[in-house]
């Protein structure tokens, strides 16, 4: 693949001396996340510092690992990083990324009886508890005026809801991203709804711990410009990214590309918009006993980084 230099172009700030360009930035990903988008566009070239990658099977772990201290900024849906908030973790919202919705879906295998939305209520499906997926499914319960308890969650990592679909522990897996894309073309799974039309907010967030945004606050402007850059060569070249992507992963290119091209997620400026979108997904939480309580989201975000995004 011909990458493509002039990403690079996007704005950076200019790192202060010697001490932090030898700067270590511990960067929590998932996979075929942010570490394979950036590889792609070939935006991890000339790094005056480094990058210590960290990946896990999902945003629950990822999230704890910030909060432990074992990474200082990582990137994961609104739902799950409104999960961690409310948890008290030490981190603020740096970058803001939205997609379509459609990435994260419920699926049932193809010869469930499950054929509409109203015939997922009383169906156990399979998802992390304070996922995107679980959001996805508070979000149709709602919708359908339903109480928020009407679809029975299992709390399973991806990959054991995947065995829980395939074992029929499960009646459907709600989940995003590849795991979807796969579902589909793979496993022949159908998918019964997804997060378009306004089900979801489409967000996701790069947040930093408090302290790393003090002492590498120069490294982590220059990360996140270089990560708007890749996602803006992403969308001008999907079928690039995706061969990029398969073989990054060991997926199908028909996987990646149904994937990056379902999602199709750009970064966007931290604005009352983005604040207003979180703060509905914090009180949908709150309503189904989630989180604790109300949680006023607008002190969890840092928006001076607004200015590298390009």
Same mark, same amino acid.
């Given at each position: +693949?011909?990458?493509?230099?002039?990403?690079?172009?996007?704005?950076?700030?200019?790192?202060?001396?010697?001490?932090?360009?030898?700067?270590?930035? #511990? &960067?929590?990903?998932?996979?075929?996340?942010?570490?394979?988008? +950036?590889?792609?566009?070939?935006?991890?070239?000339?790094?005056?510092?480094?990058?210590?990658?960290? %990946?896990?099977?999902?945003?629950?772990?990822?999230?704890?690992?910030?909060?432990?201290?074992? !990474?200082?900024?990582?990137?994961?849906?609104?739902?799950?990083?409104?999960?961690?908030?409310? *948890?008290?973790?030490?981190?603020?919202?740096?970058?803001?990324?939205?997609?379509?919705?459609?990435?994260?879906?419920?699926?049932?295998?193809?010869?469930?009886?499950?054929?509409?939305?109203?015939?997922?209520?009383?169906?156990?499906?399979?998802?992390?508890?304070?996922?995107?997926?679980?959001?996805?499914?508070?979000?149709?319960?709602?919708?359908?005026?339903?109480?928020?308890?009407?679809?029975?969650?299992?709390?399973?990592?991806?990959?054991?809801?995947?065995?829980?679909?395939?074992?029929? *522990?499960?009646?459907?897996?709600?989940?995003?991203?590849?795991?979807?894309? %796969?579902?589909?073309?793979?496993?022949?799974?159908? !998918?019964?709804?997804?997060? #378009?039309?306004?089900?979801?907010?489409?967000?996701?967030?790069?947040?930093?711990?408090?302290?790393?945004?003090?002492?590498?606050?120069?490294?982590?402007? @220059?990360?996140?410009?270089? &990560?708007?850059? =890749?996602?803006?060569?992403?969308?001008?070249?999907?079928?690039?990214?995706?061969?990029?992507?398969?073989?990054?992963?060991?997926?199908?290119?028909?996987?990646?590309?149904? *994937?990056?091209?379902?999602? #199709?997620?750009?970064?966007?400026?931290?604005?009352? #918009? &983005? !604040? =207003? @979108?979180?703060?509905?997904?914090? @009180?949908?939480?709150?309503?189904?006993?989630?989180?604790?309580?109300?949680?006023?989201?607008?002190?969890?975000? @840092?928006?001076?980084?607004?200015?590298?995004?390009?």
């Amino acid at each position: +693949m011909i990458r493509r230099r002039a990403v690079l172009a996007a704005p950076a700030l200019l790192l202060a001396g010697r001490a932090e360009a030898a700067t270590v930035l #511990r &960067v929590g990903d998932q996979r075929g996340g942010v570490q394979a988008l +950036m590889k792609a566009a070939g935006v991890l070239e000339g790094l005056p510092y480094q990058l210590a990658w960290s %990946q896990f099977a999902a945003a629950a772990p990822l999230l704890e690992a910030v909060n432990a201290n074992a !990474v200082d900024t990582a990137f994961a849906g609104d739902a799950p990083v409104t999960f961690a908030l409310a *948890s008290g973790i030490e981190a603020r919202i740096v970058a803001a990324v939205r997609g379509t919705g459609a990435s994260t879906a419920i699926v049932v295998p193809d010869a469930s009886p499950i054929r509409a939305v109203a015939d997922l209520r009383g169906q156990r499906i399979g998802t992390n508890r304070g996922s995107i997926g679980h959001a996805l499914v508070l979000a149709v319960a709602e919708r359908q005026g339903w109480g928020a308890d009407a679809i029975p969650v299992a709390n399973l990592l991806p990959s054991d809801a995947k065995a829980a679909l395939a074992g029929g *522990s499960v009646a459907g897996w709600s989940t995003w991203n590849t795991y979807v894309a %796969q579902a589909v073309l793979n496993d022949h799974a159908r !998918v019964v709804v997804d997060g #378009r039309d306004g089900l979801l907010t489409g967000l996701s967030f790069q947040i930093a711990r408090t302290d790393a945004i003090a002492a590498k606050r120069a490294i982590l402007a @220059d990360y996140i410009g270089r &990560v708007a850059a =890749a996602r803006r060569w992403s969308l001008a070249n999907p079928a690039a990214y995706a061969r990029a992507l398969a073989a990054e992963i060991g997926v199908s290119e028909a996987i990646a590309l149904l *994937s990056v091209t379902t999602e #199709r997620a750009a970064s966007v400026a931290i604005d009352a #918009r &983005v !604040v =207003a @979108d979180e703060q509905r997904t914090a @009180d949908r939480y709150q309503a189904a006993r989630v989180i604790p309580g109300r949680l006023d989201v607008t002190g969890a975000f @840092d928006d001076q980084f607004n200015a590298v995004l390009g």
